[in-house]
């Protein structure tokens, strides 16, 4: 079932729209990129795509683009720590008060399950995020168990042509709403 999907009271700009047809990037340390490794990938933008970190606690590092440099989207990848040699990846795009994921292959591992519990809290707690937007291929094997997995933790479907969404192909969204106390300002942000 999908929803009629409504934070933001507004579609995407033609300006942000051409800023979310770039996909979240892989980071160097994962393997799970759709097109093989990103490592040789050249940048039309140089050292401003570098991520920085932003924010690590317990098992949990967030690396961003330069914070400073109030670019939007902004790429945030969260780093999950399993074991000392195993971590679990989300990747994403913040843009406009929402933060879009890429589903990463595995996602339905108990560690990556996890993750995505820190990733939320994190985002909900130091961010000015309203909504959170996972994404998958419509082609994966796993879909089904991906739309029960996430509609099980709160995520709904988000209509296809809903003006919100950014122009990525044969793509699945669902949608995690963050509801905000009208006093709560979170203590940091992005």
Same mark, same amino acid.
């Given at each position: 079932?999908?929803?009629?999907?409504?934070?933001?009271? &507004?579609?995407?700009?033609?300006?942000?729209?051409?800023?979310?047809?770039?996909?979240?990037?892989?980071?160097?340390?994962? %393997?799970? %990129?759709?097109?093989?490794?990103? &490592?040789?990938?050249?940048?039309? =933008?140089?050292?401003?795509? =570098?991520?920085?970190?932003?924010?690590?606690?317990?098992?949990?590092?967030?690396?961003?683009?330069?914070?400073?440099?109030?670019?939007? @989207?902004?790429?945030?990848?969260?780093?999950? &720590?399993?074991? @000392?040699?195993? %971590?679990?990846?989300?990747?994403?795009?913040?843009?406009?008060?929402?933060?879009?994921?890429?589903?990463?292959?595995?996602?339905?591992? =108990?560690?990556?399950?996890? %993750?995505?519990?820190?990733?939320?809290?994190?985002?909900?707690?130091?961010?000015?995020?309203?909504?959170?937007?996972?994404?998958? =291929?419509?082609?994966?094997?796993?879909?089904?168990?991906?739309? &029960?997995?996430?509609?099980?933790?709160?995520?709904?479907?988000?209509? @296809?042509?809903?003006?919100?969404?950014?122009?990525?192909?044969?793509?699945?969204?669902?949608?995690?709403? +963050?509801?905000?106390? +009208?006093?709560?300002? @979170?203590?940091?942000?992005?």
């Amino acid at each position: 079932m999908t929803v009629p999907w409504r934070p933001g009271k &507004r579609g995407i700009t033609y300006k942000e729209q051409e800023d979310l047809t770039l996909r979240p990037r892989c980071c160097l340390q994962c %393997s799970e %990129s759709l097109v093989g490794l990103h &490592r040789g990938r050249s940048s039309k =933008q140089g050292d401003q795509d =570098q991520l920085k970190e932003l924010y690590s606690a317990g098992n949990l590092t967030v690396l961003a683009t330069d914070p400073l440099l109030h670019q939007d @989207p902004v790429q945030l990848d969260f780093h999950f &720590r399993l074991t @000392p040699q195993t %971590s679990a990846h989300w990747h994403g795009l913040l843009c406009d008060h929402r933060l879009f994921l890429d589903i990463p292959y595995r996602a339905l591992d =108990q560690g990556s399950r996890e %993750s995505l519990a820190a990733t939320l809290e994190y985002v909900e707690e130091k961010t000015n995020v309203d909504s959170v937007l996972v994404n998958f =291929q419509n082609n994966r094997n796993d879909r089904g168990a991906l739309l &029960r997995a996430f509609s099980y933790m709160g995520f709904e479907v988000v209509r @296809p042509d809903h003006p919100a969404l950014p122009p990525w192909n044969n793509v699945i969204f669902m949608v995690y709403p +963050l509801e905000r106390d +009208l006093g709560h300002l @979170p203590s940091e942000t992005p």
